[in-house]
């Protein structure tokens, strides 16, 4: 599995590598450049430096090959394959030449500069220097098995070097990045021992600043996650508290139908029966809108056609209408609003179930909706029914609140269900003038699309 850790930690290795491998690049081509080499550099200076040695009075000297002095016999000289000579240039009379050095001179033509040249067989560095007069030059020569040996040995000791430095960056890498990594693990730690349901925020001190953003995410997942199950819990709660009642009609009538001595008493019974799964099957419509309502509640918002969605609704209303020989109107007129369309329709859906259940037999429901000349758009639903006392307009959007002394049975839910959407919406809700100087009027105003 790959880690952060583990990437982080192979980058800055192979980082470090590279530039190890960079540096004794360097390194090599420094130490074996030509001419301006450390070793061609190296030669250069000892030849330049033993030429500014020699007193003048060498050129009046009769050199003489057994006038030598001799190292004492605890030491022995192993400098075999470094040679110089000392030449006379008008003349061109060897003045001084090293041990086992030839006779003849180590640059045949006596150019100054550096030049490789062949002495025993084998290939040697030359290089050559005169003095500013002309009279003297000095000639260096070092066999190529030598420079080799010394750049290899050079290299040797440059790889070491690097291979230690290489050891320890790569053991304070490793005790960096655990401190660094030092609060991800507590974080890590702190959510496995974490109970099941335990969603509370994770800690975000100490965290480093590149991983505050991850935290506040896994934050807000988690305030978002805490929020759904929430809903879950108040969604079941209501839903056992409202399904109790009708739950436990059912089984009551049902049993009394069971019971019944008479065909008049069964019919009652199976009649009243057959109301409470009608009110039985509307409250748990009503549920799971609300349900589905709160769990949209963040999705995706649409331009929705106000009108047509307000003509398929009061469609599929007409028949409850008819059974209680009631009219519905429309007058619809082009209209959006920005929001959902599920939402919108549990909105207007509600509205007219309301309106519809609590206005009478042969009463009157109008719906309009209307474009706003601000870019906004109303909604209303009238009727000429009992209406609603000012003392309880404001209440009746409470969720399972019911007017005490009210004919009709409902849940509560679905008034609640339209405050919740028209806030999400950023619409508001104002009271007005019923039919027929009756009833109650609702009107829902939604703001312009951003």
């Given at each position: 599995?790959?880690?952060?850790?583990?990437?982080?930690?192979?980058?800055?290795?192979?980082?470090?590598?590279?530039?190890?491998?960079?540096?004794?690049?360097?390194?090599?081509?420094?130490?074996?450049?030509?001419?301006?080499?450390?070793?061609?550099?190296?030669?250069?200076?000892?030849?330049?430096?033993?030429?500014?040695?020699?007193?003048?009075?060498?050129?009046?000297?009769?050199?003489?090959?057994?006038?030598?002095?001799?190292?004492?016999?605890?030491?022995?000289?192993?400098?075999?394959?470094?040679?110089?000579?000392?030449?006379?240039?008008?003349?061109?009379?060897?003045?001084?030449?090293?041990?086992?050095?030839?006779?003849?001179?180590?640059?045949?033509?006596?150019?100054?500069?550096?030049?490789?040249?062949?002495?025993?067989?084998?290939?040697?560095?030359?290089?050559?220097?005169?003095?500013?007069?002309?009279?003297?030059?000095?000639?260096?020569?070092?066999?190529?098995?030598?420079?080799?040996?010394?750049?290899?040995?050079?290299?040797?000791?440059?790889?070491?070097?690097?291979?230690?430095?290489?050891?320890?960056?790569?053991?304070?890498?490793?005790?960096?990045?655990?401190?660094?990594?030092?609060?991800?693990?507590?974080?890590?730690?702190?959510?496995?021992?974490?109970?099941?349901?335990?969603?509370?925020?994770?800690?975000?001190?100490?965290?480093?600043?590149?991983?505050?953003?991850?935290?506040?995410?896994?934050?807000?997942?988690?305030?978002?996650?805490?929020?759904?199950?929430?809903?879950?819990?108040?969604?079941?709660?209501?839903?056992?508290?409202?399904?109790?009642?009708?739950?436990?009609?059912?089984?009551a009538y049902a049993e009394l139908a069971v019971r019944s001595d008479?065909?008049?008493?069964?019919?009652?019974?199976?009649?009243?029966?057959?109301?409470?799964?009608?009110?039985?099957?509307?409250?748990?419509?009503?549920?799971?809108?609300?349900?589905?309502?709160?769990?949209?509640?963040?999705?995706?918002?649409?331009?929705?056609?106000?009108?047509?969605?307000?003509?398929?609704?009061?469609?599929?209303?007409?028949?409850?209408?008819?059974?209680?020989?009631?009219?519905?109107?429309?007058?619809?007129?082009?209209?959006?609003?920005?929001?959902?369309?599920?939402?919108?329709?549990?909105?207007?859906?509600?509205?007219?179930?309301?309106?519809?259940?609590?206005?009478?037999?042969?009463?009157?429901?109008?719906?309009?909706?209307?474009?706003?000349?601000?870019?906004?758009?109303?909604?209303?639903?009238?009727?000429?029914?009992?209406?609603?006392?000012?003392?309880?307009?404001e209440r009746v959007f409470d969720r399972f609140y019911r007017k005490?002394?009210?004919?009709?049975?409902?849940?509560?839910?679905?008034?609640?269900?339209?405050?919740?959407?028209?806030?999400?919406?950023?619409?508001?809700?104002?009271?007005g003038p019923g039919l027929d100087g009756r009833g109650v009027g609702?009107?829902?105003?939604?703001?312009?699309?951003?």
């Amino acid at each position: 599995m790959k880690t952060l850790r583990r990437q982080v930690a192979v980058t800055l290795l192979l980082a470090m590598l590279a530039t190890w491998l960079t540096v004794f690049a360097l390194i090599y081509n420094e130490q074996t450049r030509a001419e301006t080499g450390m070793l061609d550099r190296d030669m250069r200076d000892a030849a330049q430096k033993a030429l500014l040695s020699l007193p003048a009075s060498l050129l009046r000297a009769a050199p003489s090959s057994e006038d030598r002095f001799e190292l004492p016999n605890s030491n022995r000289f192993d400098g075999e394959s470094f040679n110089f000579q000392v030449w006379s240039l008008a003349d061109k009379r060897l003045l001084v030449q090293s041990p086992w050095a030839p006779d003849e001179p180590l640059i045949s033509d006596f150019q100054n500069g550096f030049q490789d040249v062949t002495l025993r067989g084998e290939r040697w560095r030359a290089y050559a220097v005169a003095d500013r007069d002309g009279r003297i030059q000095v000639q260096f020569a070092k066999s190529e098995a030598q420079l080799r040996k010394e750049t290899t040995e050079r290299m040797r000791n440059g790889l070491a070097f690097l291979s230690v430095l290489f050891l320890i960056l790569t053991g304070m890498t490793w005790l960096v990045m655990r401190r660094a990594f030092r609060p991800v693990d507590r974080a890590r730690d702190a959510i496995l021992s974490r109970p099941a349901m335990d969603l509370a925020p994770l800690p975000t001190s100490g965290m480093p600043g590149e991983l505050q953003p991850f935290i506040q995410s896994i934050n807000s997942l988690l305030e978002r996650l805490s929020a759904s199950l929430d809903r879950e819990r108040r969604f079941l709660a209501d839903a056992a508290h409202e399904l109790r009642t009708p739950l436990a009609a059912l089984s009551a009538y049902a049993e009394l139908a069971v019971r019944s001595d008479t065909q008049q008493a069964r019919d009652q019974a199976v009649d009243k029966l057959r109301d409470v799964a009608t009110r039985t099957t509307r409250l748990a419509e009503q549920l799971l809108d609300q349900a589905r309502t709160e769990a949209q509640s963040e999705g995706p918002a649409e331009s929705v056609a106000l009108d047509r969605l307000a003509e398929m609704i009061v469609r599929d209303n007409e028949a409850l209408a008819h059974r209680k020989q009631q009219r519905i109107s429309l007058d619809a007129r082009p209209a959006s609003v920005h929001g959902g369309v599920d939402a919108l329709g549990v909105l207007l859906r509600n509205l007219l179930d309301n309106a519809l259940r609590y206005t009478p037999e042969g009463g009157r429901v109008a719906v309009s909706c209307v474009s706003l000349t601000d870019g906004g758009a109303q909604l209303s639903v009238a009727d000429n029914g009992p209406g609603i006392p000012p003392a309880d307009r404001e209440r009746v959007f409470d969720r399972f609140y019911r007017k005490a002394g009210s004919v009709e049975r409902g849940s509560g839910i679905g008034l609640s269900l339209v405050a919740q959407i028209a806030t999400r919406h950023g619409a508001r809700i104002e009271w007005g003038p019923g039919l027929d100087g009756r009833g109650v009027g609702i009107t829902v105003t939604f703001p312009a699309s951003v």
